[in-house]
């Protein structure tokens, strides 16, 4: 079995640092090969690119632009009456994708109109998001690219979210019905919508593209105190093989290198050296 690989969310890792390429040569130092950038847009593509190089890292993942975040965006893919602007920050995150060699694009289903019932939008929402899934899933077969699916859970992180389960998230991509289409399942939102993480990731791997962990509940690093036994998770997914970037997408409780015992300890149970870890 292979051993799994590993990539810092820059959102959430090397806060220590101000700015992106300056957290991408953290993590390049800690041992990290692949990054997540997430929301790279306050910084030009060329400069982003020119720090991947320069530090070898490969940039696996990263978001469509939210939205007006001052009026409370969190991606535009299911807002209905937004879909001229949903293929805007498309454009926008296929163009930082193709400078970055990113295979990858989080597609935002974004949030329930202010005020409204799930149930009375659903419907409307989903047909939405099938609408700018499919317009989005052919820009990114020509480019190439994979746009992936991710289910925010609505009990801690975000109430209005409208993506919530990956059973949601499975429905959607089997109506939209394109192979350039996946699911990115983050255990952590996994875990509080639905639990039962073996069967969970073993029903939905054919489908998924993507994979991102944190403890549950207070979304720190993997081996802090918590409902989840990341050993056994790991040794899920290898023996699933499961051969995708697993994305660290956790709160360090302090510093994000001092955190990183539980990292440093599977490469070590796994045949990579830390002094080759910090080459």
Known sequence: MAPLRFAANLNWLFQEQPTLPQRMEAAARAGFRAVELGFPYSCGAPELRAAAERTGLEVVLLNTPPGNQDKGDKGL????GRQPEFRET???????????????IHLMAGRLPVGAERKAVAAEMEATFIE????????LAQENLVGLLEPINSRISDPHYFLTTPQQAATILKKVGSP????QLDIFHCQIMDGNL???LETYFPIIGHVQIAQVPARHEPDSPGELNYLYLFDL?????????????YTPEGNTVKGLGWLYSYWENHG????????
């Open 180 to 183: 350039s289409l996946k699911l």
């Open 77 to 80: 893919g299911a807002v209905p």
């Open 90 to 104: 498309l454009d926008l995150a296929v163009k930082y994708a193709k400078a970055l060699k990113c295979p990858r």
């Open 198 to 200: 073996t069967q969970n």
């Open 132 to 139: 700018n899934l499919r317009y989005a899933a052919d820009i």
């Open 237 to 249: 997914l290898e023996s699933m093989g499961y051969s995708g970037y697993v994305g660290c997408e």
């Open 272 to 279: 990579r050296s830390l002094a080759e870890a910090a080459q």
